[in-house]
């Protein structure tokens, strides 16, 4: 079946520091990745994607890429910001729009 | 802002009531919904698939019965969580596809904020 695997939180990091969130996957075809980020109160939103093997998906400075050899798609970003503080969630698809989900960090950035 | 509004936050009932989500697009259509649940510390699992006009589509273990989902209208869908128990209690959440139009967008889904369901 497929699976996503994420990097277990919380973590909490100061600001300007380097962010990493690992992911791996498991999937029966070929999945487009995902990240999606919920900020306090509100919904999901969709963060990047990835659709086919070496992609990178880039966004607000987050970027991941799609590698199909580690079956990864890790998330970074160089220099985190307070308003970045939300919960991350990975994500895979086979095209269907049925995602199947991580269990979710939650990143808290300090001051 | 917004554009999938999703009915209640949060809610607490007793054991052995019903219970109903709702999730609602604002400002387009959806044929599709889908409804996801989520338990503390685990990931956001897809319960069914919601089309307008026909039955839901559930996903293995998930009891149609308990879980009764109404897709009546191409902005609404209704999830009832009927005879509640507390390991009912979970965080539920709705997925929303836009039907195609002419918006070009990253992605056609839309995620409503969640309900918190608390069974006591």
């Known amino acids: 079946g497929n699976s996503v695997t994420q990097m277990e939180g919380p973590v909490t990091l100061s600001e300007e520091a380097f962010l990493t969130i690992n992911c791996t996957y498991t999937?029966?075809?070929?999945?487009?990745l995902f990240w999606y980020v919920q900020y306090p109160g509100e919904g999901l939103q969709l963060l990047l994607k990835?659709?086919?093997?070496?992609d990178k998906g880039s966004n607000k400075g987050f970027e991941a890429t799609y590698r199909k050899e580690t079956t990864s798609f890790h998330l970074e970003k160089g220099s985190v910001q307070v308003s970045d503080s939300a919960v991350y969630f990975c994500?895979?698809?086979?095209?269907?729009?049925?995602?199947?989900f991580g269990a979710g960090t939650t990143v808290t950035v300090r001051a | 802002g917004a554009v999938v509004s999703q009915h209640p936050s949060w809610v607490i009932c007793k054991s052995g009531t019903s219970v109903k989500i709702e999730c609602r697009s604002l400002?387009?259509?959806?044929?599709?919904m889908f409804w996801y649940r989520q338990f503390p510390k685990q990931s956001l699992m897809l319960m069914a698939t919601s089309n307008e006009g026909s039955k839901a589509t559930y996903e293995q273990g998930v009891e149609k019965d308990k879980f009764l989902i109404n897709h009546a209208s191409l902005t609404l869908s209704t999830l009832t969580v009927t005879s509640a128990h507390p390991e009912d209690s979970s965080f539920y959440i709705c997925?929303?596809?836009?039907?195609?139009?002419?918006?070009?967008?990253?992605?056609?889904?839309?995620f409503g904020n969640g309900t918190r369901l608390t069974v006591t």
């Open positions: 997925s929303v596809k836009r039907d195609r139009g002419r918006r070009v967008e990253n992605s056609p889904l839309h």
């Open positions: 994500a895979l698809s086979l095209n269907d729009y049925k995602l199947s």
């Open positions: 999937a029966t075809g070929y999945p487009s």
């Open positions: 990835a659709t086919k093997a070496d």
């Open positions: 400002d387009f259509q959806a044929t599709t």
